[in-house]
């Protein structure tokens, strides 16, 4: 372990960052993040403080997400999925650094490193950071507030970390909401209740923060107000936080207390050994340890979170992504015990086994079930998991022969590799069951640039996104019965839950051309009868 304390630990961790980056240039994918990516173009061209959807005021969350991404938008020369998913790709990037720098300076340099790879190679991390959805870039302002919390409670603090704390919590306001803040106030106060004091709370200053939090908020609700009055001060507020909280309105996520008892070891795949180990009590014995306090703080911030998380009725995988870059620098840590604890000579042991048998499934398990679902041969993915073979059977030949150095690089490069084909090639062959656009795409041509274009069927936020995104322009909702009143030349048709056909349209008009993206969605694009 000297050699990654002392060469290359920086290689590495750069190495990891440009990781994130694998894989954001598909089409967009149902259902998040066409509805997300048009947001952020209408910011573009109508800039604002109320996001809209459509035209149509969306007051589900506060700007600055979808300033961020209007921002790279203009940056990148116009809309693109690219430019859109490259946000969470930073934001997730500059959150592993974060997490390399926290556990390099608190823990060591080793565990700062492998917390950092840990969460690049966690499958909730994985897939978020390349989506565009907020919660990565929410990630990262919690993380900041964290580790500035961290050093503030230990009264290592200066006035500028106490500035960084509480600026990270009002940009993780102005990103999503309340629940920034709340999450991680509900971390702090469980580090309290764990200590069963209230002295290194006096360290935050926690009556400014109070009125910093309540300023911020108050600003917020009067930008809104000025942009689109109380209603929409009302939406935002009570709607989107005090109702969604206790019973969410009409987002088709309540979900029973104990979902997320599920979702964590998903999202935590495929480091669930360490995870097993961390709850272990006898992990937690050694109170004179010197990392012990640290160990509880970051424990009672994923613990403070979760139950916050669990209390709400909204619940999904995507909302446990704050709670990561502490629960991986505790599964580091462990990690990084047990590896000093392992005697000279051959790795022994089922759990060792077991952690390498899960990797391998990681990384080869996805893109074998895509192919076998698609019916497809992948060259590229033939050539990677055979890669990814050889990399396993080296990581079982250097385990018994002893040798630590080779062990590790050959594991560590089995997980990357998982990356590496889930993103080169299993996102590739998902695209034909989550890409809206390339249908959308070839009907373009078809329908008048000085018309409107009209939708109707089962209509969703992701049709309200998707439709605009890649005509550059907005659409017309209509029922069945207006489409025989109005009777446009063309008009698209969605169907939802398993349906395998379109919704009744009867003549004139004349089915031009369909498809099916998955088991839950269909697109039917319909002309009259004389114009296809």
């Known amino acids: 372990m000297k050699s990654i304390d002392n060469q290359g630990s920086w290689l590495a961790i750069g190495f990891l960052c440009l990781i994130s980056f694998l894989g954001i240039s598909h089409d967009l994918w149902t259902p998040d993040e066409p509805r997300e990516a048009e947001i952020s173009r209408e910011m573009m061209v109508s800039p604002g403080v109320v996001p809209t959807l459509n035209n149509q005021d969306f007051i589900e969350k506060p700007p600055l997400y979808y300033w961020t991404v209007a921002a790279v938008y203009k940056l990148f020369g116009g809309p693109s999925p690219t430019a ?12 592993l650094l974060l997490v390399f720098l926290w ?34 870039l929410l990630m990262l302002f919690t993380t ?47 580090y309290l209740a764990a200590r069963r004091e209230l002295k290194p709370l006096w360290s935050l200053r926690p009556f400014v923060g109070i009125g910093i939090m309540v300023l911020a908020v108050v600003c917020l609700m009067l930008l809104i107000y000025a942009d689109a009055g109380f209603d929409a001060v009302r939406e935002w507020f009570w709607v989107n936080h005090v109702q969604r909280f206790v ?33 272990r009590p006898s992990s937690w014995r050694d109170r004179s340890a010197p990392e012990y306090d640290l160990k509880r703080y970051l424990a009672a911030l994923c613990v403070g979170m979760f139950l916050i998380l669990s209390a709400s009725s909204t619940k999904r995988g995507i909302y446990l992504m704050p709670m990561l870059p502490p629960m991986f620098l505790l599964l580091a840590s462990q990690a990084m015990a047990w590896w000093q604890r392992q005697p000279q000579g051959p790795l022994r042991g089922a759990a060792w086994w077991l952690q390498l048998a899960l990797v391998v499934l990681f990384a080869a398990g996805p893109t074998i079930l895509a192919m076998a679902y698609l019916g497809v041969i992948d060259t590229a993915g033939i050539l990677l998991l055979a890669i990814i ?8 030949v250097y385990s018994r022969r002893g040798d630590k150095p080779g062990t590790l690089a050959a594991f560590a490069g089995c997980a990357i590799g998982g990356i590496v084909v889930l993103t080169l090639v299993g996102f590739r062959l998902a695209g034909s069951v989550k890409d809206m656009s390339p249908f959308l795409t070839q009907v373009k041509p078809r329908l008048s640039s000085d018309l409107p274009i ?54 004139p008009y004349q089915l031009q051309q369909e498809r099916a993206f998955g088991p839950g969605r269909y697109l039917g694009f319909w002309c009259l009868a004389g114009n296809s």
């Open 84 to 95: 859109a998913r490259s946000v969470s790709a930073a934001a997730g990037a500059l959150t």
């Open 103 to 136: 556990g390099s300076r608190d823990f060591s340099r080793p565990v700062g490193l492998i917390a950092a790879a840990g969460l690049v190679t966690s499958t909730q991390f994985m897939m978020t950071s390349r989506w565009i959805v907020s919660d990565s």
């Open 144 to 190: 900041i507030a964290f580790w500035s919390g961290s050093i503030l409670i230990r009264g290592h603090g200066r006035t500028s970390t106490l500035i960084y704390f509480y600026a990270a919590l009002t940009l993780a306001m102005w990103t999503k909401g309340l629940i920034g803040p709340v999450l991680v106030a509900a971390g702090l106060l469980a």
């Open 247 to 279: 019973d969410p309105v009409g987002t088709g996520h309540k979900r029973p207390f104990y979902e997320y008892f599920i979702y964590l070891p998903t999202a935590l795949f495929p480091w669930w050994i360490p995870f097993i180990y961390l709850c």
């Open 389 to 396: 073979g050889l990399l396993a059977v080296a990581t079982v």
């Open 454 to 507: 009209y939708v109707t069927g089962d209509i969703d936020e992701t049709l309200r996104g998707i439709v605009p995104f890649v005509m550059q322009r907005g659409i017309v909702e209509i029922s069945p019965d207006e489409l025989y009143q109005l009777r446009p030349d063309c008009v698209i048709v969605q169907a939802k839950y398993g349906k395998k056909s379109a919704p009744a349209i009867e003549a």
